[in-house]
């Protein structure tokens, strides 16, 4: 069979509705400044679709020095990897301020989130060694054990029962094959907003021998009492070994970094492929992370209005009767169910006429007949905001527990071109 036929015929597991939900459900474009009002399709929305914690994406300093830094460097500068030709004092700096601000010994910079923790994966173990992984943990977390010809072990989501069980059967392995045991969880699940059990997994140190990395995409900045992330809130940083985050999130930016015992940051600059093959993180954004980090060691306030807006609305949303999981993070989720048309016109009704932005998942992503709409509160939205949502939500509950969003199909909001 032709590989392209085949693509096309099916479309994949999302895919298979872009017909209908291209530039609606799928690939939206919102408009105007980066704020918790945007448009859509030319209607004024709330947005709570954007992991901007901090609010610092659209922070009047914030862009004036990434005007300025571009200003100055250009967007190129500097050239290459950062073994080759690419390397800077001001990447040097930036190193030593996040090493500093997360308690560790080195940091190496990574040109992306993505790709760099599954190449830092890659390089952190050989076919001898055993992986311990949370079953629900990133897509990126996956792809960087996919690239691991060793042996994988999956814990329960947030399970310390199952992780004894699993560690058990690594320990056993990791023995046999003469390797070690790398465990990999994340601070805080984008998805359910659920902290990783990264505390519990720490206190196992004592029974079994592994080394710990966390992806804390969802954590850094905000998280514990100086924002240094999820394992700074639970007490238990010095058992970290590794530390990965990234800067899409609660720096509005891009590229990310992570940190650990200086021997091991030196061993991951020389043997990371995804950074010795690739081009450095542009100045642009270096200096832009200078700054983002002085802001974040000096504005408590940005994550005090962070957790007002996370109070706020999380206990609005209780009180109102609905069901948020055992989220412990801004990420809010709100399960519902019903079926996947119903879903996409409880969506449509929220944005068309209650003017609120948010993610929602539903069948194939998750089981048939739930539904989860994911709000991200951040410093940057108002009480309002809060408010109208949550009248928002209480309105659309009424009418889908009525039976008033059954539909036959998903309706077709794709964009005409
Ligand atoms: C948990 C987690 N890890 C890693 C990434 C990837 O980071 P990046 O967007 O910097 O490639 C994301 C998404 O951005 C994420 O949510």
Redesign the pocket.
Known sequence: MDVFEKLVKDGGPIGQHMDRAHGYFAFPKLEGDLNPRMKFRGKEMIVWSL?NYLGLVNHPEVRAIDTKAAEMYGMGNPMGARMMSGNSDKHDALEKVLSDFVSREDTML?N??????MSCIDALVNRRDVIVYDAE?????MDGIRLHVGYTYTFKHNDIQDFDKQMKRATAMAEKQGGGILVIT?G???MDGEQGIVKEIVAKKSEYDFRILI????GFGYMGATGAGADEAQGCQAGVDLY??????SMGS???FISGPKAVIKYLRYNTRSQIFAKSLPLIIVEGMLKRMEMVKTMPELREKLWANVERLQIGLKERGFDIGDTNSPVTPIYMKGDVPEATSMVMDLRENYHIFCSIVVYPVIPKGDIIYRLIPTASHSFEDVDETLVAFEEVKKKLDAGLYKAADIPDMAEKS
Not at 112 to 117: A, D, K, N, R, V
Not at 137 to 141: G, L, P, Q, S, V
Not at 244 to 249: H, N
């Open positions: 992991n990574l992306f989130g993505y790709q760099g923790i943990a990133h897509a990126c977390i994340e805080v699940f984008g992806d804390d995409a969802h990965f985050s990234t800067f899409v999130k891009i590229g990310a």
